[in-house]
C-alpha cells in the first residue's frame, strides 16, 4: 500500500518502542489458570510526537497536512472534556502556526472545568483560541460547521478534523503504524499472537485493521470497547476499515469476522472511573514504571487482565498491547487512581 501520494506532515523522528513487559506478564501469570498467562508486549504509541503524543499523532500527520494544503488557518476540532485528541490537535496547530478551536461535549454534566488539571489546563497552556462547550448528544458536526462558518464570516479559512481525527485520511495513520510495526517485528525476529488495542472512535483500530489486511497480516486484533459494547462498535470499526482501504485503493471487502471487540471494561459510562481501570493503572505503573490513562489505555489494559484472567489467552502466547497515550488526563484523575477518592 503506497502511503506516499498523501500529503503528510512528520511529527515523529522514528519508529515507536516495541518493548517486552516480563514483570506485567509475570505478575499476570500468577493469576491466571494453572500460574500461566501470556507474554505481554506494548508498543509505545504514547511516546509519538507532539508531546506528550498518543494515537492522534499518527492520524494528524494526514489531517493536518491536508488542512495546509487547503490553506486553513485555523483547525477546528471536538471531544469529550479530558479530550487527548483536542489537546494533541492543539499541539499540532500551534507547531504550524495555526489557530485552534474546540467543541466540547459535556457527556458527563459539569464534566469540563475551564480551570481543571489534566488537559483542561494543557488546552490554556498551549492557547486554544477559544471553546464551545455543549451538552451530551450534541450534534458534533453541525456545532463543528457553526464554529468553521463563524469563521470565515470573518474571513478566515478553518478545516474541520472530526473527534478522533477518525475517518479514511486519519485512518492512514495507523496503516503506517501497521507497516511499521510489520518492520519492526522483521528486525526484531519477533511474531505476535494477537494484538490488543482501545477501541472507541475507531480510527485506530479500524486503521490498523486496514493495515493489517492490506499487508496481509494475520494477526488478530482484539479492540477493547472504551464507549460502547460490540453491538454498537463493532459496525464503526468495520465501517472505518473498509473507508480506508477504499481510499487506498485496496480492493478488498473487510470481512465481518476480522472486527472483533470486548465490551464491558468500559462501563459505567465513558471517561467514568471504574475499579477494573484503577488496578491496571496501578499494576502497569508498579511493575513496569508505565503510565496509562484513566479513560482509554486504562479500560484497555483492564479487558487485556481480565481476559487473560478467564483463559481467552493461551499460556505463552505472545500479546502485543498498543499504547495510544493519554498521560495528561491522568492528573485530573490523581485521586481516584491512588485509591485516595472512593468510586462513584
Known amino acids: 500500500m503506497d502511503l506516499s501520494r498523501f500529503p503528510r506532515r512528520i511529527y515523529t523522528p522514528g519508529p515507536t518502542p516495541l518493548e517486552p513487559m516480563p514483570r506485567f506478564s509475570a505478575a499476570l501469570a500468577a493469576q491466571c489458570p494453572g500460574g500461566r498467562g501470556p507474554e505481554v508486549w506494548v508498543k509505545r504509541d504514547d511516546l509519538l510526537g507532539l508531546f506528550p503524543g498518543g494515537n492522534k499523532t499518527r492520524k494528524l500527520e494526514f489531517l493536518v497536512a491536508a488542512a495546509l494544503a487547503e490553506g486553513a488557518d485555523t483547525l477546528v476540532t471536538c471531544g469529550a472534556p479530558q479530550s487527548n485528541h483536542c489537546r494533541i490537535t492543539l499541539a499540532a496547530a500551534v507547531k504550524e502556526g495555526l489557530k485552534c478551536r474546540f467543541v466540547i461535549e459535556e457527556r458527563v454534566a459539569g464534566g469540563y472545568d475551564p480551570k481543571g488539571n489534566g488537559n ?82 475507531s480510527g485506530t483500530h479500524g486503521g490498523l485493521l486496514a493495515g493489517f489486511l492490506g499487508g496481509n497480516v494475520a494477526t488478530p486484533i482484539v479492540g477493547i470497547g472504551t464507549s460502547r459494547d460490540p453491538a454498537d462498535q463493532e459496525p464503526l470499526v468495520h465501517r472505518e476499515a473498509q473507508a480506508v482501504l477504499d481510499l487506498l485503493g485496496v480492493r478488498l471487502t473487510v470481512p465481518r469476522e476480522a472486527v472483533v471487540t470486548i465490551g464491558g471494561w468500559w462501563q459505567p459510562k465513558y471517561s467514568v472511573p471504574n475499579a477494573p481501570m484503577v488496578e491496571a493503572v496501578q499494576m502497569l505503573a508498579r511493575s513496569e514504571g508505565l503510565l496509562l490513562d484513566p479513560v482509554y489505555t486504562g479500560k484497555a489494559m483492564a479487558g487485556l ?40
Do not use: W
Open 120 to 201: 483542561h489546563f494543557m488546552f490554556r497552556l498551549l492557547g486554544v483560541e477559544a471553546i464551545t462547550v455543549v451538552p451530551a448528544g450534541s450534534d458534533m458536526g453541525k456545532a463543528m460547521k457553526e464554529v468553521a462558518d463563524a469563521l470565515a464570516a470573518e474571513g478566515r479559512k478553518a478545516y474541520v478534523i472530526p473527534g478522533g481525527g477518525s475517518n479514511a485520511l486519519g485512518g492512514l495513520g495507523y496503516v503506517a503504524c501497521a507497516q511499521e510495526l510489520q518492520q519492526q517485528c522483521f528486525e526484531l525476529g519477533v511474531s505476535f499472537d494477537r494484538v490488543v488495542v482501545g477501541s472507541g472512535s
Open 305 to 344: 487482565i481480565g481476559l487473560a484472567r478467564k483463559g481467552r489467552f493461551g499460556a505463552g502466547e505472545r500479546v502485543l498491547f498498543l499504547h495510544t497515550g493519554g498521560l495528561p488526563s491522568l492528573f485530573a484523575y490523581a485521586g481516584t487512581v491512588l485509591g485516595d477518592t472512593p468510586l462513584a
